[in-house]
């Protein structure tokens, strides 16, 4: 697989390479790491493959709308940017009956999929997610089969969906880890597109003849930090607060899932701790030999 490197002066591992089985103990650096307060919290070094921290990341738990991850990757594996999506009124009725949070979508918008994307991952919107799943699967019982089928690929062995949003389903939630996770961000990190969609604060679409007007901003606090990335945070009263972040320090991209949080604005200052952590400590090199 081509390795597709953005524009911070390093490319990041081959698919095969951050989607391995977790390094051994010896490569878990958590020495004078700052406190973690989630449930499970996993940071990856995914430049080098080293794990810097893992509390409890193969602990599978629902994952609310980091789910949104998953569904962004499929639609970028198969869709153009310039497709074009009509939103119905069962994808806002959608959002709005299941409680979900909203880009505010209206029924018989046309919207191409390089700005649906902005509406599906920084409002966190469940109506933009089952438009899209709607759209490719086709149908949303074919999309979701779709996600589960990417993760086996990408070696997630850990983690299946019931729905590309993360909302709670009465036959029960889908589960992930922050293992899972992280390695997930990593392979769409490699995605310009997705990449430039995470980091972006806030986005703004005029009306037009095929939609109406849209300013979407990211619910993502921690975009202001030095070579921040996103990428997605989440929440539900099963799953908590979640969030998975990123960021490219002194060459290296950092990847961590915080999930189970109790308070929403701790995962942020504890996602900049680690990073800050991570980035003035840096793991050394892996031993090929080893």
């Known amino acids: 697989m081509a390795v597709l490197g953005l524009s911070t002066g390093f490319s990041v591992p081959a698919l095969a390479q951050s989607a ?10 958590t020495v004078d790491a700052p406190p973690v307060y989630g449930r499970a919290t996993y940071l990856l070094d995914a ?3 080293a794990v810097r921290l893992d509390d409890a990341g193969a602990r599978r738990m629902p994952i609310a709308s980091l789910t949104k991850v998953m569904t962004a990757y499929v639609v970028l594996k ?3 940017l310039t497709d074009t999506v009509t939103i119905t009124a069962a994808d806002v009725r959608y959002a709005n009956d299941n409680g979900g949070t909203s880009a505010d979508l209206e029924p018989g918008d046309r919207v191409q999929i390089k700005d649906l994307l902005y509406g599906l991952l920084l409002p966190s919107g469940a109506d933009a997610a089952h438009a899209m ?11 979701v089969a779709k996600m ?3 993760a086996r690929q990408l070696g997630l062995k850990d983690t299946h969906y019931v729905n590309p949003d993360g909302l709670p389903m009465p036959g029960g939630d889908g589960y992930s880890t922050a293992q899972d996770q992280a390695r997930l961000a990593a392979a769409a990190l490699r995605d310009k597109t997705f990449a430039k969609v995470t980091s972006t604060q806030r986005y703004s679409i005029g009306a037009t003849a095929t939609h109406g007007a849209h300013t979407w901003t990211n619910t993502n606090e921690m975009l202001d930090l030095p070579g921040a990335l996103g990428v997605k ?3 539900t009263q099963a799953a908590g607060f979640c969030l998975t972040f990123a960021a490219d320090r002194q060459g290296h991209r950092l990847i961590g899932v915080i999930l189970g949080e109790d308070v929403s604005s701790r995962r942020f200052s504890t996602a900049e701790s680690l990073l800050d952590w ?3 400590n840096p793991a050394p090199q892996r031993n090929p030999a080893a």
Request: glycine share 14%; no cysteine.
């Open 20 to 29: 391995q089985a977790p390094a051994a103990a010896a490569h878990v650096r």
């Open 47 to 49: 430049s080098t493959g």
């Open 78 to 80: 198969q869709a153009k």
């Open 133 to 143: 799943a709607r759209t490719y699967g086709p149908g949303v019982d074919g999309f």
């Open 148 to 150: 589960n089928d990417t």
């Open 233 to 235: 945070t989440g929440f």
């Open 278 to 280: 991570a980035a003035d």
